[in-house]
């Protein structure tokens, strides 16, 4: 299913029009689609900057126009040569903060329009390289096979990281071309696949202060704070970046952000 088919079966199941989901999966992706409902919506741009982690096969001797196995194959390689090792050599140096440039097809805008809507109407697509952090990055489950390597990558990334570029990059830095054969999303921030919604016609969904705890530092206030957040008042607290604040009896209130040592919404959730 597409993150769009899934938002419109969420819709008909929960009976409200008000769903949305904190970045899509690309359409041979599986995984973990992280989505809102009512005022939880407002919390998914924030989400959208968060970490995320991913499984992947990638096959090295072929190089595809859209990175994946759904684009047409543009050159072929044997690939039968290469190690374990070097393959591992070469998919460490991605490790860190490195400048990617995502693929073609990706849905990224150019001049007001889609990457991948430019590509597919026949047009040359030009992307700027953006800086990307991959925290980890492992291989294994190698496999060869008619002259290809096929093996199998766990990466934990920043969000805006393309895996099908790594897959790309990978092949390109062993001189044999490569791509995705399969994709799946084990993680936005700290939502697991483990803990996922499998059946969209009964779902069990978060409440919203449990999400926002889940999901940023949490800061417990007063009540004479809490009040000043209900009318979108600075804080004279220091924080550390986007934080969670909540009212004595749990309420999920707020995030706010720093601002010269002190405190100012970002996104207020209460009247």
């Known amino acids: 299913m597409t993150s769009h088919a899934v938002v419109a079966r969420v819709r008909r199941t ?13 359409p041979m992706a599986t995984g973990v689609l992280v989505l809102g409902v009512e005022r939880a919506t407002r919390l998914l741009g924030h989400l959208m900057l968060t970490e995320k982690a991913y499984t992947a096969t990638v ?5 595809t126009t859209t990175d994946d196995a759904e684009g047409e194959v543009t050159a072929t390689t044997d690939a039968s040569h290469l190690t374990e090792a070097q393959v591992r050599a070469a998919l460490g140096a991605f490790a860190g903060e490195i400048d990617q440039v995502p693929s073609t097809v990706s849905a990224i805008k150019v001049d007001g329009k889609r990457a991948y809507a430019l590509a597919r109407a026949g047009e040359e697509v030009e992307l700027k390289a953006r800086r990307v952090t991959i925290h980890e990055i492992e291989a294994d489950g190698f496999r060869g096979e008619d002259g290809f390597l096929d093996l199998d990558i766990r990466v934990r990334c920043s969000s805006g990281t393309y895996i099908r570029a790594i897959a790309r990059d990978l092949g390109a830095a062993l001189g044999v071309g490569g791509h995705l054969t399969a994709l799946r999303r084990t993680a936005v921030g700290p939502f697991t696949v483990d803990g996922a919604n499998t059946d ?3 779902l069990a969904v ?15 206030l007063d009540d004479e704070q809490a009040q000043a957040v209900r009318y979108g008042r600075p804080l004279a607290l220091p924080i550390d970046g986007l934080t969670g604040v909540f009212a004595p009896d749990g309420e999920f209130l707020a995030l706010y952000q ?14």
């Open 59 to 63: 096959r090295l001797g072929a190089s």
């Open 14 to 26: 929960l009976g409200t029009r008000k769903v949305g989901h904190a970045g899509t999966l690309d």
């Open 206 to 220: 978060t409440p919203l202060a449990v999400a926002a705890r889940a999901s940023f530092p949490a800061l417990d």
């Open 258 to 271: 720093p601002n010269g040592g002190k405190a100012k919404p970002a996104a207020v959730f209460v009247g």
């Open 200 to 202: 969209l016609d009964d």
